[in-house]
T-cell receptor
């Protein structure tokens, strides 16, 4: 248990569906992230939130829409996805720079788009 | 642009053997380097974090070293066990990255299999 919880663990959705991934941390961290892990590719950063403000969008298509209502919660809203969006989506949080920027990851949501 | 490379991509060893996993990076201006473990279909578990000012970190049978000047880090696993079988990922935080704090750049990982 890393202190970062993601739900659901598995999700199958059609290309016309709308769904949301949820991430929650109670580690007192200020920064939260979404990463995408596809087969045979390195983890790719998608979004970064720092103190609830989005500070990074790594050229992610608009069919992925993040939301960070507070420092403890992060959502990834999904709509009209493509089969190539099937992947493991990982949420992470990190401490402030002065505390070493250690990153803690959730267990991930395995997304399958059919 | 920072690039992180992990060699080998896969490694199979008999139980009890000591082994070394390698990670190299192209830009030495880093804040820190982390080693993670990932079991199939699961999230990442942080193993060791080395700050840029440090040379190594140890936790149990694991020892990670960092040589910024040569752009290398190694993860040493002593007396390997079947339970160590997993993918090991190296990730670092750039100092010159213009984005937000804590952005990690990952290698593709080394898939380790320890045979009983």
């Amino acid at each position: 248990e890393t202190g970062v919880t993601q739900t659901p663990r598995h999700l199958v959705m059609g290309m016309t569906n709308k769904k949301s991934l949820k991430c929650e941390q109670h580690l007192g961290h200020n920064a939260m992230y979404w990463y995408k892990q596809s087969a045979k590719k390195p983890l790719e950063l998608m979004f970064v939130y720092n103190f609830k403000e989005q500070t990074e969008n790594n050229s992610v298509p608009s069919r992925f829409s993040p939301e960070c209502p507070n420092s403890s919660h992060l959502f990834l809203h999904l709509h009209t996805l493509q089969p190539e969006d099937s992947a493991l989506y990982l949420c992470a949080s990190s401490s402030a720079p002065g505390q070493g920027w250690a990153a803690f990851f959730g267990q991930g949501t395995r997304l399958t788009v059919v | 642009k920072q690039e992180v490379t992990q060699i080998p991509a896969a490694l199979s060893v008999p139980e009890g053997e000591n082994l070394v996993l390698n990670c190299s990076f192209t830009d030495s201006a880093i804040y820190n380097l982390q080693w993670f473990r990932q079991d199939p279909g699961k999230g990442l578990t942080s193993l060791l974090l080395i700050q840029s000012s440090q040379r190594e970190q140890t936790s149990g049978r694991l020892n990670a070293s960092l040589d910024k000047s040569s752009g290398r880090s190694t993860l040493y696993i002593a007396a390997s066990q079947p339970g160590d079988s997993a993918t090991y990922l190296c990730a670092l935080t750039n100092m010159n990255y213009g984005g937000s704090q804590g952005n990690l750049i990952f290698g593709k990982g080394t898939k380790l299999s320890v045979k009983p």
